[in-house]
């Protein structure tokens, strides 16, 4: 059981530059979810998807896009990379209601230099 | 207001300590509580939920005092392996199902 899959696991990109992340899951959970993470401020929510076809912005979407056109994908995109997007980027998934945990990916390590 | 505080730490115990963690959240509307651990470089892992009238894994007993909005973390016995950050969590599924996580408290158990 693969659980929630991600690629790249590593990334450098130069400014300016655009990219795709993919989260795959296998669990058929409704709800998939884009964090960044950075040193001293937690995990902080991207976008995010309450199922297929549907997507909604989190507290920092700015600089990126995403898709959910399958219920088991969920993508990210960067459109044109920036220093400040240099960070550890995870995908989680979980069901529907509530007392539902959320289940990660391994992450994507991504510099833009 | 950040939505979930905890303290940072470090917190260095010696094997065997009981070390206790808590934990604050701001809405008092929040309806699921979580603990997640997360070593180093790695993706955060599920510990335990938290349930209203408390809960207990093994080593690890989970409270929630919603009155107080606090929920605590209590590490028994601690072992070498329980060295990590551990990630107080909570959501809010009537919004989205949006879940807000603490920054972490690292703990490092020490031989």
């Known amino acids: ?113 | 207001r950040k939505e979930v505080e905890q303290d940072p730490g470090p917190f260095n115990v010696p094997e065997g300590a009981t070390v206790a963690f808590n934990c604050t959240y701001s809405n008092s509307a929040s309806q699921s509580f979580f603990w997640y651990r997360q070593d180093c470089r790695k993706e955060p892992k599920l510990l335990m939920s938290v349930y209203s009238s408390g809960n207990e894994d093994g080593r690890f007993t989970a409270q929630l005092n919603r009155a107080s909005q606090y929920i605590s973390l209590l590490i028994r016995d601690s072992k070498l392996s329980d060295s990590a950050t551990y990630l107080c969590v909570v959501n809010e599924w009537h919004t989205g199902n949006q879940f807000y996580f603490g920054t972490g408290t690292s703990l490092t158990v020490i031989p």
Request: proline letters at 4%; aromatic letters at 10%; glycine letters at 12%.
């Open chain 1, 1 to 113: 059981n693969a659980g929630v899959t991600q690629t790249p696991k590593f990334r450098v990109l130069k400014t300016g530059q655009s990219m795709t992340l993919l989260c795959a899951q296998d669990m058929n959970h409704e709800y998939m979810y884009w964090y960044r993470q950075d040193p001293g401020m937690g995990l902080r929510l991207i976008h995010y998807s309450v199922g297929e076809g549907t997507t909604a912005k989190g507290e920092v979407p700015d600089g990126y896009n995403v898709s959910r056109l399958k219920k088991q994908n969920f993508l990210l995109g960067l459109e044109s990379a920036a220093p400040s997007q240099t960070s550890v980027y995870f995908c989680a998934s979980s069901y529907a209601g509530g007392n539902q945990p959320q289940h990660f990916g391994d992450g994507t390590r991504l510099s833009i230099l």
